[in-house]
């Protein structure tokens, strides 16, 4: 199994600012995703992070919103750009080797809370 | 596109008891994994229980087991003896490529 650090663990954001989430996986991994869970709900995928390339997105989600960097197989950033208090959600890092019989690692996540 | 529905979006059960949590899916493709994940109040999401499409035999993990029924798209999971640690959100997910779809969640709640 992939032991993923994801940081940080919360922070409290001003309206129209940005967060860096960061997320380091201690074994290459060829998937990398991040997924967004609002208050009270179930995991909804932002992106594919593509290693050497811009991400996948998701229908909903932009890259002028949520620009995502992946610049090797163990390291990849989230970036929430210009803060509004709907981006309050917790944001997860997952893991997986390609295959579709793969398991899903994921990181501990990080509580946004936007004032 | 792929959908998952979990109907119960709360449950509960006495300590040492049994309880099932259900899970139905919507899918054209015939390759495809399910998944149990569990999301204790520290967020971090556990992976429960895995069932691949093409195995007939349903999957067990010591006090969990899945009652697969492919034909109906249905992809219970049983918690037996069930135990005050095994309070969490619980979240059935489909994964038939790279992606994994989540259903909405149970609560499951345990009484002593």
């Known amino acids: 199994s992939a032991v993923i650090s994801q940081k940080p663990s919360r922070d409290i954001c001003q309206r129209g600012t940005s967060l860096t989430i960061q997320c380091q996986v201690d074994?290459?991994?060829?998937?990398m995703f991040w997924y967004r869970q609002q208050p009270g709900q179930s995991l909804t995928l932002i992106a594919t992070?593509?290693?050497?390339?811009?991400?996948?997105?998701e229908s909903g989600f932009v890259i002028d919103k949520f620009p995502i960097s992946r610049p090797n197989l163990t390291f990849s950033t989230l970036t929430v750009s210009n803060m509004s208090p709907e981006d309050s959600s917790i944001y997860l890092c997952?893991?997986?080797?390609?295959?579709?019989?793969?398991?899903?690692?994921f990181g501990s996540g990080t509580q946004l809370s936007v004032l | 596109a792929q959908t998952v529905t979990q109907s119960q979006p709360e449950m509960s059960v006495q300590e040492a008891e049994t309880v099932t949590l259900s899970c139905t899916y919507d899918?054209?493709?015939?390759?495809?994994?399910l998944f149990w994940y569990k999301q204790p109040p520290s967020r971090q999401m556990i992976l429960v229980i895995r069932?691949?499409?093409?195995?007939?035999q349903n999957a067990t993990e010591n006090r969990f087991s899945v009652n697969f029924q492919k034909a109906a798209k249905s992809f219970s999971l049983k918690i037996s003896d069930s135990q005050l640690g095994d309070a969490a959100m619980y979240f059935c997910?489909?994964?038939?490529?790279?992606?994994?779809?989540f259903g909405a969640g149970t609560i499951l709640r345990v009484k002593s």
């Open positions: 899918t054209s493709e015939s390759d495809y994994y």
């Open positions: 997952s893991v997986a080797n390609r295959g579709s019989n793969e398991k899903l690692f």
């Open positions: 074994s290459q991994v060829t998937m």
């Open positions: 069932q691949e499409a093409y195995k007939q």
């Open positions: 997910a489909y994964r038939g490529g790279n992606k994994l779809v």
């Open positions: 992070a593509n290693q050497g390339s811009e991400a996948t997105y």
